[in-house]
């Protein structure tokens, strides 16, 4: 079985400023990992997916991840947040043998002016 | 791209009536879908996997009874609460992976309100 970790559940920025969100996993197995965003009162949509190959990972609206096997983290980052990156991010994992995704607690980013 | 619809997004219901709730998938088949709940500020809970054409596989701690699911399509995966209550009150969502990899696309979810 697999478990993730989000570090922070809260995450004021200011507009144009960085941000990172922090999150480890633990796992018996080579797994699968993504960072998904949820907008108030909808789905989750996929920001960007580890599988395989480079651990820097790029994904839509300007985030990336790290993959860093050694600390057993995935990391999100973004260099210059907008008002609209206003929402929740989960961090989540899947073995490699499964669809199933362990998601973590979520940390909800609030960008203000 | 692949799309994940789900219906109702909310919904009203009486305690002691069932609510369902349909998961399609619109231009890609699903033999597999996954239900999550979540609770206000609150991570996504696995409750079940709904496989095409057998029976749902339950989370611990969840009641198949309460919980009906039934996947009778490649594209149709559908959530029937039974004899909702107060408690049953929350937000649930939907999932279907495409392909190999389990990056999984997800419905806009469904707040059910039981008064």
């Known amino acids: 079985a697999q478990s993730v970790t989000q570090l922070d559940s809260q995450v004021p920025v200011f507009e144009e400023a960085p941000v990172e969100l922090r999150c480890n996993y633990s796992?018996?197995?080579?797994?699968?990992l993504f960072w998904y965003v949820q907008y108030p009162n909808q789905g989750l949509q996929l920001l960007l997916k580890?599988?395989?190959?480079?651990?820097l990972v790029k994904g839509i609206n300007g985030f990336e991840a790290e993959f860093n096997k050694s600390q057993t983290s995935f990391h999100l980052r973004k260099p210059s947040v907008h008002i609209s990156d206003t929402a929740e991010y989960f961090c989540?994992?899947?073995?490699?043998?499964?669809?199933?995704?362990?998601f973590g607690a979520g940390t909800t980013v609030t960008v203000r002016a | 791209g692949a799309v994940v619809s789900q219906h109702p997004s909310w919904v009203i219901c009486k305690s002691g009536t069932s609510v369902k709730i349909e998961c399609r998938s619109l231009?890609?088949?699903?033999?597999?879908m996954f239900w999550y709940r979540q609770f206000p500020k609150q991570s996504l809970m696995l409750m079940a996997t709904?496989?095409?054409?057998?029976?749902?596989?339950?989370e611990q701690g969840v009641e198949k009874d309460k919980f009906l699911i039934n996947h009778a399509s490649l594209t149709l995966s559908t959530l029937t609460v039974t004899s909702a209550h107060p408690e049953d009150s929350s937000f649930y969502i939907c999932?279907?992976?495409?392909?190999?990899?389990?990056?999984?696309?997800f419905g806009q979810g469904t707040r059910l309100t039981v008064v």
């Open positions: 999932s279907a992976p495409m392909g190999p990899h389990p990056s999984a696309f």
């Open positions: 796992s018996s197995v080579s797994v699968y």
């Open positions: 580890y599988l395989s190959g480079s651990t």
């Open positions: 989540a994992v899947s073995d490699r043998n499964d669809y199933k995704l362990s």
């Open positions: 231009d890609f088949q699903a033999t597999t």
């Open positions: 709904s496989n095409e054409g057998s029976k749902a596989t339950y």
